[in-house]
């Protein structure tokens, strides 16, 4: 899983074509707008590519087009080449949208013509601010109509001023041979394969179990996600494999082997389980899809409690897990000092199991400088006694 996921060495692609490597691979990455110390995405792309800066994915997703801002995993990143393949998707989702849909779809021919006289649009473009009852709760209609045609394929997110969504028409941010291609799954059971093998391609293994890594398959039963894997296992498009320790089979993508063989190679010319360098990961990293299969490989449990009481809350709102060599051996509570947009380092526990030397925490200090070195920070503060 490290190395399909480039964290075994971490850091080891670079620039646009190391970005392009990575999404060729998983085919996505999730998106989230929370930014501590990075968005999502960007944290994702930090622990792989070494000389990472945020304005690198922009271009790759506002200027040069190639990758997509919308659906996968939940809200994801993926390459562009693969907008064909989401057209289901994009039906699908659509026909579940919202609570007033014949009432915002009144409004979609109008929202349209703003986009085609306008250029690229926020919601407030529109002018329409009518309240309707939508998916998220009363939303101006202006607003809903530009997510439900950007769900449909209508528009797409032409680029984000922060966290602000601005729209287009997806033709004319999509080059047409891909914008009119077909989808190339034909039937709904193609489908089901296609999105049963791109998500644990987006992992490396992963078992048939429900849980966090199948959210955004919502349209695909556990009996046809079961189906479709018996049909890819058929056929050698999936290969199962066994893990000691854990009772039930995992699956990866047979077009993978060579990766799991070179793995296997390498581990045994030389000890795994070394400290290496230390990567912080973002909460919502490929790695970190399926907690509980990240538990029972990692003997690593993990949860994001961002949207937990603080009162329920283990760590702390904004926790980053750290990886060195194949072990996780800790998490951190990262801030951002007000005044000078420090990070600082509020809390860092160690795992259980790890004796924290003068080795560690220098490597730990050095995982830390990275991301204030990639996010442009000034510098990195530790709280005292860490």
């Not at 995993?73 to 989702?93: C, E, L, N, Y």
């Not at 659509?94 to 929202?111: I, T």
């Not at 998220?136 to 109509?145: L, V």
């Not at 003997?299 to 980053?320: M, N, S, T």
Request: aromatic share 10%; glycine share 8%; with cysteine.
């Amino acid at each position: 899983m490290l190395a399909h996921q480039s964290l075994m060495p971490p850091f080891s692609l670079r620039g646009k074509q190391g970005i392009a490597e990575f999404f060729a691979r998983v085919g996505c990455i999730q998106y989230d707008p929370v930014n501590i110390v990075g968005r999502s995405p960007e944290l994702v792309l930090a622990a792989r590519v070494g000389d990472f800066r945020p304005e690198m994915l922009y271009e790759a997703l506002y200027e040069d087009r190639l990758l997509i801002d919308g659906f996968d995993k939940m809200m994801a990143i993926f390459m562009r080449r693969d907008w064909p393949s989401f057209r289901r998707t994009r039906a699908i989702a659509f026909a579940s949208l919202g609570h007033s849909p014949e009432v915002v779809a009144e409004v979609f021919d109008e929202v349209r013509a703003a986009v085609e006289a306008k250029g690229p649009i926020t919601w407030e473009d529109t002018g329409l601010d009518r309240i309707v009852d939508w998916a998220w709760g009363p939303t101006k209609i202006g607003r809903a109509a530009l997510e439900a045609m950007c769900v449909r394929g209508d528009l797409v997110i032409h680029h984000r001023d922060g966290v602000r969504k601005v729209y287009d028409l997806a033709e004319r941010c999509i080059p047409r041979e891909v914008f009119e291609a077909p989808d190339p799954n034909v039937t709904d059971d193609e489908y089901a394969e296609f999105r049963v093998a791109r998500r644990i391609g987006g992992i490396g293994l992963l078992w048939d179990k429900a849980g966090d890594g199948w959210l955004g398959t919502r349209e695909i039963s556990t009996k046809d996600r079961r189906l479709a894997i018996a049909r890819l296992v058929a056929r050698g498009d999936l290969i199962k494999v066994n893990v000691d320790g854990v009772p039930q089979s995992l699956y990866m993508r047979a077009c993978d082997e060579t990766t799991l063989q070179a793995t296997l190679e390498a581990a045994s010319e030389a000890e795994a389980g070394g400290a290496g360098e230390m990567v912080a990961l973002s909460p919502l990293d490929n790695l970190l899809w399926d907690r509980a299969l990240v538990r029972a490989l990692f003997g690593f449990d993990y949860v994001w409690e961002l949207y937990k009481p603080a009162a329920q809350r283990q760590y702390g709102h904004y926790v980053l897990p750290v990886l060195a060599g194949d072990r996780f051996v800790a998490r951190f509570q990262p801030a951002r000092d007000g005044d000078s947009g420090a990070i600082v380092v509020e809390n860092w526990w160690w795992e259980p199991d790890v004796k924290p030397t003068r080795a560690l925490r220098a490597a730990a200090e050095r995982c830390v400088e990275r991301i204030a070195e990639c996010g442009g920070a000034p510098g990195v503060r530790f709280a005292r006694g860490w």
